[in-house]
């Protein structure tokens, strides 16, 4: 008998009868510092052994932030726990339909930590269960690669990071060190140069630029004076990458200032990604072996006339021709998904 | 009878002879985030109106934090108010003697704080004592230029910032807007800049540098990873401005990074300087006008073979050549009093 914890979040289960949910799932879940996608989705459209282009989800929980780093190791494993039972409720099975499990979660960062969830997991379902466990950088290279764990993905939103794998297990990453030690090219750090270049325009240090006016005037603030109290008010870094549209808004406008502001995160964000495949040799040595790159953030997002992923591709793609840039058309937790998927494939 | 506040702080003055402190005095404040000195001085020495050059402090009192954007308006308040009457009660003097108070300090950014603090301070001493109030940059500058309020002050320790100050009474400064917001020329600054390099190197995007080595040497660390851990556990920017004197140590042993750090940090204390000296007009037209730059703080301390303050002055000095460069030969809380005695001595 498995454990009953968390307030009987299991509960749903005793309500099923024995013959319920017949058909074979598969848990995939996308863990955040914002929020937790877990998706359900049934096996056998898979098990010819070739892969549905868009692949059924039958259920999706949502919950908050599951970054043990964050919130703690409890409060992290509550939310884990709870997001995955609803999302077996929402499809009407129970844990003994479940073949696979793959949760994505941010802060895994070390084998101890994957370890100690594992555990964790392992006693939650029943022994049969193929049990894996990821940071969330895993989830988006498979949402990109429909499960494959291949190449190389950057990720931009409010922070940056890159990660690779090659095909024979081997890993490597760049950026994701936060703001204080240089993530140049998130969103924060476009974001931090945009006000820096406010402040220098206004006490003489640098040239004039339209940063001034529409940053002043999206924030509702009067002078640039104001920007030191509004950016000690709160040290979120989110809302401060949330500036990045005026950023790019002004470019577009010719602003020169936030011109070179783009270029340079454009330089950062290509140089991540090609420490990455130099590590690891993913385009091989002449640079041309194809390589997947998952692009994913809302730095990323092609919406914009000054686009900053097609800028970081093109950069990247001089110096590995190879490389064969994805924006994914799945969400993270489906990656996940896919990727417990294509281990169980090639178990049996 | 002035108000008796703060648990008696004044009751020294009573068990004092009526006609004991006969020489009349200035006492001279400065007000910091990390500590608070004040210095009492006799007036007497400069009557003839020639300041001494090595002016005699009777008493100092130390304290702790007296920016109230820090501690709150009453912890501010209590800690200024003991400090005074400590220095005070060491001369063997009561505020009868007082002749003239100059308040430098920092988080005093507004004439309305200028304003609440110059009122508070009027409420404690006799009718008929001069009361100053300042910033803590105002102090500085008086400490370069003997109390005479012309010039400009660069101050780089933990963070920089400059001011510049016209005969005219006119007013300008320069950076002083915090890590986030570019001051890239500071002790904070510098180190950040060296973490970053060594996370660079670590996961390729960077060259090679002898700061890694000697920075996870002087941490402890047995790897980059850990920085991460390291920067995150504590936000202080003193803990991380620490490093200053390592990356220095590494661009004296020859090392490309730590030199270009550095190199970058003299071109933005000195554009700092630039903008402020511009906006002013300090040096004329032509750049020649004769106008005092005082440096302080850790980042330009002449104990170094790579000396940061040396490379500042050069570059500043090809544009002005009209800037006096002056390394203070005595404390900011002499400097405030000296001010006041210069005030003083203007409307005798």
């Known amino acids: 008998m498995k454990r009953e914890r968390n307030g009987g979040v299991w509960d749903f289960e005793h309500s099923m009868a024995p013959a319920s949910g017949g058909q074979d799932l598969i848990l995939g879940l996308d863990g955040g510092t914002t929020s937790t996608v877990c998706i359900s989705m049934p096996i056998f459209p898979f098990t010819d ?23 703690g190791e409890t409060a992290a494993r509550e939310t884990l726990e709870h997001v995955m039972a609803d999302a077996l409720s929402q499809s009407g099975s129970t844990r003994s339909s479940v073949r696979a499990v793959c949760l994505a979660v941010s802060g895994v960062n070390h084998p101890t930590d994957q370890e ?5 997991l392992r006693a ?15 989830a988006a290279m498979a949402s990109g690669t429909m499960g494959k764990l291949h190449g190389c993905v950057l990720i931009a939103g409010t922070g940056t990071i890159t990660y690779g794998y090659t095909e024979d297990g081997r890993e490597a990453r760049a950026a994701g060190a936060g703001p204080v030690l240089g993530d140049w090219g998130s969103g924060y750090g476009i974001a931090a140069m945009a006000l820096t ?28 004076d104001e920007l030191i109290g509004w950016t000690y008010a709160d040290p979120s870094w989110a809302r401060i990458a ?49 390589c997947p790159l998952v692009m994913v953030g809302g730095v990323l997002e092609a919406n914009k006339k000054w686009d900053i992923g097609k800028r970081v591709i093109s950069l990247v793609s001089k110096e590995f021709p190879g490389m064969r840039p994805i924006r994914p058309k799945v969400e993270p937790a489906v990656g996940a998904a896919l990727l417990a998927w294509n281990f169980l494939k090639e178990e049996s």
């Not at 549905?52 to 970054?67: E, F, Q």
């Not at 100690?116 to 964790?120: D, E, K, Y």
């Not at 270049?197 to 002078?223: E, H, K, N």
Request: one cysteine or more; proline letters at 6%.
């Open 49 to 71: 052994g070739v892969l549905h282009p868009d692949p059924p989800v039958l259920a999706r929980a949502i919950a908050g932030c599951s970054n043990h780093n964050s919130v």
């Open 116 to 120: 100690r969830i594992l555990n964790w």
């Open 197 to 224: 270049a406010v402040i220098r325009a206004y006490d003489g240090r640098g040239p004039q630029t339209l940063l001034t006016s529409s940053i002043l005037q999206a924030l509702q603030l009067s002078s640039p």
């Open 242 to 290: 949330a500036l990045v549209p005026i950023v790019v808004s002004c470019a577009e406008s010719g602003d020169e200032v936030a011109n070179g502001i783009l270029h340079d995160a454009v330089q950062e964000l290509a140089e991540s990604v090609r420490a990455v495949v130099s590590r690891l040799g993913l385009c091989g040595e002449d640079g041309k072996d194809r």
């Open 124 to 138: 939650i379902f029943p022994n049969e269960v193929k049990c894996f466990v990821h940071n969330d950088a895993v």
